[in-house]
Structure formats: C-alpha cells, structure tokens
C-alpha cells in the first residue's frame, strides 16, 4: 500500500491501483519512481476538493506518516457517471528532486548561491538545453574579471547536483551593490551552448527594442562626431588630446557597460 499527502488530506491507494515506473533525471541523472494510478471518487465535493488539490504538490509518506519524498500531479483521464455520482481519474505521479546546489563553479568563479533553480527547455528543433537562474553575493572585480573576459562559453559544474561539466554563457544579468563592502549581489541566468547551436532562437529576439536602440546610437555617434571634428577644426581640441581621451574610455568601458544593468535591490527588482 502507499501513502500520499494531498492538500490537507492522508490517502492510501491499494497496490492493484498503482503502476511503478521509473525514469531517470536531467538534472542529477539518478534513477527515480514515477506512479500511474487509478482513483475512483464519490460525489461532487470530493471531485473538486481533488482537481484543485492535484495542482499542488504531493508527498509520499512512510509508515510513521513522514515524508520521504515529493511528486507532482498530472490528470492523464477521467470520467464520470451522472447516474451513481462517481469520478474517476488516471493520474501521473512525477517524483521531484530537491535541487540542493553546494557550489556553483563558472570557469575560475566559485560561488555559493542563496538563491538557485534550473530547469530543461526545449529549442525550436526539439534539442532540450539547461537552463540556471542564480541569485549570489561575490566580489565585483572577481565576477568582473570573469564576465569582461573574451570567453563567451565557460565550463560549468553544479556541484551537489551533478559532477559533470556543461558549457554555458551568461543571459540576463543584473545586480546591486552591497553597501561598506566590496561585494555586489548578483542576479544572472545561464544557458547551455545548444541553444546558441540552434541559430533559429535568436530570431526576434528582444525586438524591436535592440533595433531602436542600434538607431538611437547611431544617431548620437554621428552627432558626436561631427562635434569632434568641429572641435579641431577651431583648435579647441587636438587631435593628441582626442587619442588620450579614447584611451581612458576605453579602459573604463567594462565598468561603465555594467552600470546599464545595475539596480537598487536585486532582491526588490
């Protein structure tokens, strides 16, 4: 017999009404058990106390009622007889792991997230990618050393998770200062190199704002030149001066770039 917890209620189903399965994770590639079981229900109250509860999250229970593990819920079929008031549903039980992650390694940068999840998606030509959302703290001139480097793909470990390296790059990334120190608090995605394999993805991808933004600064480059040139012209400005002045931007471009995509909180954003 098993024992599940679902919503407040205690259920135990008779083993005639369960199929085992098992299936393997993407994620930490163990072995897990998945259930296909029969419910029969009686009345109207049960059916919708079920339909709702089944949104939620199940618990499988041993004999003293604790916990051993979690599953998600899915409706495979149901059908009802109006006549006796009986409900009865297939159901798929998907046995969820907790995705404990000790340290997550990206190249030379060790971090240790307070906030971590991941999950497979798949791209247009059905290639299944991982993808993490991480929220940490970390030194700016550590994270930046790695962010600013030419790498675009790096060699990631999930440590706690699963041993085995995947090459990913960074998504989005936004962050927010922690004052009297010199760490940041770092919110960022990573995704794995099969997506950039698929060229199709980045069709449309962020538009049209990239393109306002490709005119926008065409525009204001083309008026900055022409006050440049205006500039020497008059000998307001030399053209030594101009060159001192590209340099010192230039070494300022990585930390001035990382402002645009800082925020006061990223916990708050």
Known sequence: MLKF?????????????????????KHTEKELTDYKIEIRLQGAENRDWFEESIKNNLYKLDNNEDIIAKYKGQVISSSSSSQSDLY????????????NIEK???GDLELEPYEYGEEYNSTIQQDEYLQIDVKSEVGYSEFMKLYTSESKYFKVFRKGINENPVDMRFG????????????IKIDFRLVEKVYDDNTENSLGFNQPEVNHLIEKTAYKNKVFDILINHLIDEDILS??????????????????????VEVNDIDRY
């Open 88 to 99: 009865n549903y297939t159901i798929k039980l998907f046995e969820k792991e907790n995705l």
């Open 5 to 25: 917890k679902l919503g407040e209620k205690i259920i135990d189903f008779e083993e005639e009404s369960v199929e085992e399965e098992k299936s393997f994770s």
């Open 104 to 106: 997550l390694i990206i």
């Open 239 to 260: 053209k030594a001066k101009l060159e001192e002045f590209k340099e010192e931007a230039q070494e300022a471009m990585p930390d001035e770039a990382f402002k645009f």
């Open 172 to 183: 989005k990334v936004i962050w927010s200062d922690l004052e009297d120190t010199e760490k």
